[in-house]
């Protein structure tokens, strides 16, 4: 296991914690996992705005600004990795230097349990500890997207999708919505729904093969 994926594995580690000390323990495990992803985000839907926005590697305590406005209140039980949009005034306003948390992505470890994930991979047939040790290996989950209200309908949950995709340490991402019908952007980022069966009920189950974002063998300039 490679010092990347044993910082995630402390930031697991902090499961089972509670309020404060959650946070404060998944800080301090993420800050070591952090990548260096940071770019500023240009758009004609927000041309109107006054400042900037830019998505840069982030903390659990980004999660907690903006968990209000989140339809689940509880906060992720693991943190593998977090990504905040952060919006920059103009020169001159009262605002932090480092700007406003306006949007965050969580990346979680997977949940041992998933019927769909075990059909759509191919694990039904594996034992409960095959199964785990595959996922923890190979699969990451998106727990969380939230954006404030006042910058929604900008696209950025969007960016921030393909940010943790880009980010991701594994090869597979994947992630469960129960409001996919009214908010398609996982499939939007390229996610492939998996379609299992007739269960309306059931959170909708989206996957995406990092392996489609590397170049093909024999492309120019490689080698």
């Known amino acids: 296991m490679g010092q990347l994926e044993n910082n995630f594995a402390a930031a697991a580690d902090s499961v089972g914690r509670t309020g404060n000390e959650t ?4 800080d301090r495990a993420l800050g070591a996992a952090r990548t260096s992803v940071r770019w500023n985000i240009s758009s004609s839907a927000r041309d ?5 926005l830019r998505i840069v590697a982030g903390r659990a305590a980004d999660y907690r600004t903006l968990a209000r406005f989140h339809y689940l209140g509880e906060a992720p039980a693991t943190w593998a990795g977090v990504w905040t949009a952060r919006y920059l005034p103009p020169c001159g306003t009262a605002q932090p230097a480092a700007g406003r948390v306006v949007g965050v992505v969580v990346l ?13 991979f191919g694990l039904t047939a594996l034992g409960f500890g095959q199964r785990l040790r595959w996922v923890n290996a ?3 989950t ?9 910058f929604r309908s900008l696209g950025l949950a969007s960016d921030l999708i393909r940010t943790a995709i880009a980010g991701c340490p ?4 994947e992630t469960s919505a129960r409001m996919a019908e009214a908010h398609p952007m996982f499939t939007r980022c390229g996610m492939t729904r998996a379609v299992i069966d007739d269960d309306t009920t059931r959170p909708a189950y989206f996957h995406f093969d990092r392996a489609t974002l590397l170049p093909s063998p024999g492309t120019p300039g490689e080698g």
């Open 23 to 26: 946070i404060a323990a998944a």
């Open 48 to 52: 109107f705005l006054p400042g900037r």
């Open 108 to 120: 979680s470890w997977p949940s041992a349990l998933h019927a769909v994930r075990h059909r759509v």
């Open 138 to 140: 190979h699969l990451r």
């Open 142 to 150: 998106i727990s969380r997207v939230v954006v404030h209200p006042q």
């Open 170 to 173: 594994t090869r597979y991402v």
